[in-house]
C-alpha cells in the first residue's frame, strides 16, 4: 500500500473549518484514501474514504485531487471534542490487502 | 452504525499469567477481524489478521505462540496473551470489516482494551 504523508500536528478555532492535509503521491489506481482519528485512550473511528470523487457525510468531506496524489480532509465547524489525530490511510481493497496500516497521524489541536 | 465492543476494557493482572480478550460486531457480520497494539504517544501497529473458521495471518514479528487468535464465529474474536511479562502492557484494539457498499469495504474499531502486566 502506498505510503502518506501528514504534518504532525495542527490547530483551529473552535467554529472554524479544519482543513487536514495528506500527501499520497505513490497511490495507484485500486488504491482508497480513508480517514479515521482517535481520540485520548479510545479505539480509532472511522470518518469517510473515496476513491477518486470528492465524498462528503455528516461528519466530514473529503477532497482528492485529479492526479489522486493528495487529499484534504474538512471538518467544517470544528468543536473542542474534534480534538484527536487524525490518520489519512492508502489501501486497496480486497483480498489479504484490505488491512490498514496506521502511520503518526496529525494530532488537530481544537482552540476554544 | 457499526459498533464493535472489547471486553474487558481494562485489565491489570500478575506477570506468567495469560489474559484473554474478546472482540464482537453488535450489529453486523464479519468474516474478518484484526488485533493491533498500541504503546503509549505510538501510532496503532497490526499484529495479525483474523478470518473466521481459520488460522490467523501474523505480521511479521508477531509471536503467534503468545498471541493466540481464535475467531469462531462472524460476530466473536478472542485474544489471549500468553505468560504475559511486563512488556506486553499496552493498549489493544480490534477491528472488524464490513461492506459499505461502494465497491469496499470499512473496517469499524472497538474502544481498546488497556492490559497491565505487573
Known amino acids: 500500500d502506498a505510503k502518506t504523508t501528514q504534518p504532525t500536528s495542527m490547530d483551529c478555532a473552535e467554529g472554524r473549518a479544519a482543513n487536514l492535509p495528506c500527501n499520497h503521491s505513490?497511490?495507484?489506481?485500486?488504491?482508497?484514501v480513508y480517514w479515521y482519528r482517535q481520540i485520548h485512550s479510545q479505539g480509532p473511528q472511522y470518518i469517510i474514504h473515496?476513491?477518486?470523487n470528492n465524498e462528503t457525510n455528516e461528519m466530514a468531506s473529503l477532497i482528492i485531487t485529479e492526479d489522486r496524489k493528495s487529499s484534504t480532509l474538512i471538518l467544517p465547524h470544528a468543536t473542542l471534542r474534534d480534538t484527536a489525530v487524525y490518520y489519512c490511510?492508502?489501501?486497496?481493497?480486497?483480498?489479504?490487502?484490505?488491512?490498514?496500516?496506521f502511520g503518526t497521524g496529525t494530532l488537530l489541536a481544537v482552540q476554544p | 452504525g457499526a459498533v464493535v465492543s472489547q471486553h474487558p476494557s481494562w485489565v491489570i493482572c500478575k506477570s506468567g499469567t495469560s489474559v484473554k480478550i474478546e472482540c464482537r460486531s453488535l450489529d453486523f457480520q464479519a468474516t474478518t477481524m484484526f488485533w493491533y497494539r498500541q504503546f503509549p504517544k505510538q501510532s496503532l501497529m497490526l499484529m495479525a489478521t483474523s478470518n473466521e473458521g481459520s488460522k490467523a495471518t501474523y505480521e511479521q514479528g508477531v509471536e503467534k505462540d503468545k498471541f493466540l487468535i481464535n475467531h469462531a464465529s462472524l460476530t466473536l474474536s478472542t485474544l489471549t496473551v500468553t505468560s504475559a511479562h511486563p512488556e506486553d502492557s499496552s493498549f489493544y484494539i480490534c477491528s472488524a470489516t464490513r461492506a459499505s457498499g461502494r465497491g469496499t469495504d470499512t473496517q469499524y474499531f472497538g474502544p481498546g482494551t488497556r492490559l497491565t502486566v505487573l
Open positions: 473515496g476513491l477518486k
Open positions: 505513490t497511490i495507484s489506481g485500486n488504491e482508497y
Open positions: 490511510i492508502v489501501r486497496s481493497y480486497g483480498g489479504a490487502t484490505n488491512k490498514l496500516i
